[in-house]
Antibody, heavy 119, light 108 residues
Framework: QVTLRESGPALVKPTQTLTLTCSFS??????????VSWVRQPPGKALEWLAL???????YYNTSLKTRLTISKDTSKNQVVLTMTNMDPVDTATYYC???????????WGQGTTVTVSS | DIQMTQSPSSLSASVGDTVTITCRAS??????LAWYQQKPGKVPKLLIY???NLQSGVPSRFSGSGSGTDFTLTISSLQPEDVATYYC??????????FGQGTKLEIK
């Protein structure tokens, strides 16, 4: 059974750096075609794709947020970490990680973690 | 970057109706198009991948079609539990895997 779970702070202050961890099980991020992606959703708004890391350690970012995002993986721990710098209240959202299995899109999602940016 | 445009942004239909949601890409994306359903307060769920392939466990009243720039999600025999917001997503190649802006479906 494939599962993913996001963890991180519920509250960050403006200008701080957010670090989120996606812990997963049931698949290997070393397997060809396997990727993990991050998506966020501000309250009442649409889904926004943020970043993706693949089995070959290639990394892709939302071009609008690229300068603020870093994605990395620890295959031995089955974890993917997303950092976002210079947080602002507009970054308040639920952040999801999801498995992206090439051609099959984002087939399994975590439950999401809510992050509020406020002083 | 390729932009994804969904229409309509919202719609209301009756139980038993057939509903169609469209998604248009600003450039061709072959068939690398997915559809997700997000019920209120819930996690998004994959319905359709590669434009027309039904994800395992998804009811057969959901179907997808299209290729290139124009895609559709069709829900036949609409059920009350289909109330949700539906999103398309392109994933043909990086760097962007953009979502559409969503279509909110309600029951009359």
């Amino acid at each position: 059974q494939v599962t993913l779970r996001e963890s991180g702070p519920a509250l960050v202050k403006p200008t701080q750096t957010l670090t989120l961890t996606c812990s997963f099980s049931g698949f290997s991020l070393s397997a060809g075609g396997m990727c993990v992606s991050w998506v966020r959703q501000p309250p009442g708004k649409a889904l926004e794709w943020l970043a993706l890391i693949d089995w070959d350690d290639d990394k892709y970012y939302n071009t609008s947020l690229k300068t603020r995002l870093t994605i990395s993986k620890d295959t031995s721990k089955n974890q993917v970490v997303l950092t976002m710098t210079n947080m602002d209240p507009v970054d308040t959202a639920t952040y999801y990680c999801a498995r992206f299995y090439y051609y099959y899109a984002m087939d399994v999602w975590g439950q999401g973690t809510t992050v509020t940016v406020s002083s | 970057d390729i932009q994804m445009t969904q229409s309509p942004s919202s719609l209301s239909a009756s139980v038993g109706d057939t509903v169609t949601i469209t998604c248009r890409a600003s450039r061709g994306i072959s068939n690398y198009l997915a559809w997700y359903q997000q019920k209120p307060g819930k996690v998004p769920k994959l319905l359709i991948y590669a434009a027309s392939n039904l994800q395992s466990g998804v009811p057969s009243r959901f179907s997808g079609s299209g290729s290139g720039t124009d895609f559709t999600l069709t829900i036949s025999s609409l059920q009350p539990e289909d109330v949700a917001t539906y999103y398309c997503q392109k994933y043909n190649n990086p760097p962007m895997f953009a979502f559409g802006q969503g279509t909110k479906l309600e029951i009359k």
